[in-house]
């Protein structure tokens, strides 16, 4: 059984968020922009993750995720940001002859001009900040002024995970990003061929605005799927 949780949060362009998880990880980040000046600037953003571990015949897989917050700072053209802290994922798979599975997918945009496509969607004014970037790359290097959105993953060792290399950028200069893709993808970002014990997985998000990015409220669900083949 999932477990339901509610958030609430006041003040500007925040409303009460509710969600409701089972057998996935879920992601949900919100926030506002405000145009001044043409300076986009996101005031907080944040997500909540819940992750159910999965057991199957054989193979023990064990996904844990605390339940965390994290926030961007002011977002605006001058700089790509990063939320604070990175979402964890901590992964023990016993009796793996095939390993685990991490994969990742979005809700992105709602309305049929830009249905299915992945991004902080802002449902008010129908603008979707695409990602990795407007042109939905598989990946792309932020930069300061152009929009774009996306993840980076690394592991506490690497013994026995594999990092899909489209995200496999994470480091504290670059702003090179894997792209979220639409709920009917999913995207493996991290896998193993084997047994691996107590592996942490770290997912950074980023996110880059132009200085044309029309204000307002944008928000995403991100999911995340772990299981054993």
Known sequence: M????????KGKNFKKLIFF???AVLILINFGISNEAYMADVSSSWLIIQVSGLTAAGPTLDCTTPLTLTEFPEIDD??????????????????????????????????AAVSGSPGLWNSADEVLIGSADDNY??????????????IQATTTSGNGILINP????????????????????WTTVASSSGDVSGQIIYITHKAAVSADTKGGSYSDVIYYNCFAP
């Open 2 to 9: 999932g477990k339901f949780f509610q958030k609430y949060k």
């Open 78 to 111: 001058q700089s790509v940001k990063v939320s604070v802290p990175d979402a964890t994922t901590t992964v023990t798979c016993t009796n793996c002859t095939n390993g685990f599975r991490l994969q990742v997918s979005d809700k992105g945009s709602s309305t």
């Open 21 to 23: 998880a089972v057998g």
């Open 137 to 150: 790359s598989a990946s792309s290097s932020l930069v300061a002024g152009t929009k774009g959105y996306g």
């Open 166 to 185: 489209i995200y496999d950028r994470a480091s504290s200069t670059s702003d090179w990003v894997g792209a979220l893709t639409a709920t009917s993808t």
